[in-house]
């Protein structure tokens, strides 16, 4: 296979990416897509996006400028953790770091529901990954209000418009994210019910695998259409040219891994990464560093 660049990536990455230009609808995306290729020229797209991504990696923890904020939501067994998990297989860990975010921890709750995500922010020259993140305070707050309640907002500030409202704050932190070196991805994994229906099923039928089941993920799964409406305003409001969402079909769990590692791969290459060149002070001592080493060589042959 000839080395891939992002205008052959581009067929992987246009259909699915979502930047507020249009009016969105969820079902306008089928979620068992595969871009016209086999299972097989998949695998080979992402193993050589995993090349590529250790590459860019390294060149983006070396140069210290940018950074790269990678966010995951779906369903229960969208995908979210294997996608994760293929797409960085090689890549350094010292430049990269997922961050679960679970319920809130009490202390979490006495903040607003911003600041957990604050502190788990990449610093320059890393990649730092969301598994779920601040939309969960738009999505399941929205499905089950009485964790709004927890949240101990002042009565008069939760209004009608409170959605629309963290809408805009979402998108005002992630601008303000991208004007300070930080390129934010954000991914849906789009599955169909069925789809996760099979994969309870197979978490059921495999002991190594039935850690993963809960009885609240078949709770939820009884507000199906609740949560993909939420999930279409999610998307709707806070899609924007500087911070998109990619609405990536999670049936088959190798196409998805196809869309995300090259939408990732397009936006660190946009980014023209290299690494330092050495000032020509620093270049004058590593040539007499090197004449000292070589002479030493040269003493121990001797002796």
């Not at 296979?1 to 969105?24: C, H, N, Q, W, Y």
């Not at 695998?43 to 923890?61: G, P, T, V």
């Not at 297989?89 to 990269?96: K, L, R, S, W």
């Not at 590692?261 to 020509?280: F, K, Q, T, V």
């Amino acid at each position: 296979m000839s080395k891939t660049t992002t205008p052959s990536l581009d067929r992987f990455i246009s259909p699915f990416r979502v930047d507020g230009a249009e009016r969105f609808h969820l079902k306008s995306h089928k979620t068992s897509a595969k871009g016209g290729i086999d299972k097989e020229e998949g695998e080979a797209i992402i193993e050589q996006n995993r090349k590529r991504l250790s590459d860019f990696q390294d060149k983006l923890y070396a140069q210290d400028r940018w950074s790269l904020l990678l966010i995951f939501q779906g369903m229960d067994a969208s995908g979210k953790d294997s996608a994760i998990k293929s797409i960085f297989e090689g890549v350094n860990p010292q430049g990269c770091e997922v961050t679960s975010f679970k319920q809130p921890t009490s202390k979490e709750l006495d903040h607003d529901f911003m600041w957990r995500s604050f502190l788990a922010l990449p610093e320059r020259g890393r990649i730092g990954i969301f598994n779920r993140s601040y939309y969960e305070e738009c999505l399941v707050t929205r499905v089950h209000p009485e964790l709004l309640k927890a949240e101990k907002l002042p009565p008069r500030l939760v209004t009608k418009n409170i959605w629309r409202e963290r809408f805009e704050d979402i998108s005002a932190f992630e601008r303000y994210l991208t004007r300070n070196g930080t390129v934010v991805l954000k991914f849906f994994l789009n599955v169909s019910k069925e789809e996760q229906r099979q994969r309870f099923l197979d978490r059921l039928d495999q002991p190594a695998k039935n850690w993963k089941f809960s009885m609240n993920d078949i709770s939820e799964r009884t507000r199906w259409q609740r949560y993909q409406a939420v999930y279409q305003e999610i998307v709707r409001h806070t899609s924007t040219s500087f911070a998109p969402w990619y609405v990536v079909p999670a049936d088959h769990k190798w196409f998805a891994r196809v869309v995300i590692g090259s939408a990732i791969m397009a936006a660190l290459e946009s980014l023209d990464l290299r690494y330092p060149r050495a000032d020509p002070a620093s270049l004058k001592e590593f040539k007499a560093v090197r004449k000292a080493l070589e002479a030493e060589a040269k003493g121990r042959k001797k002796a």
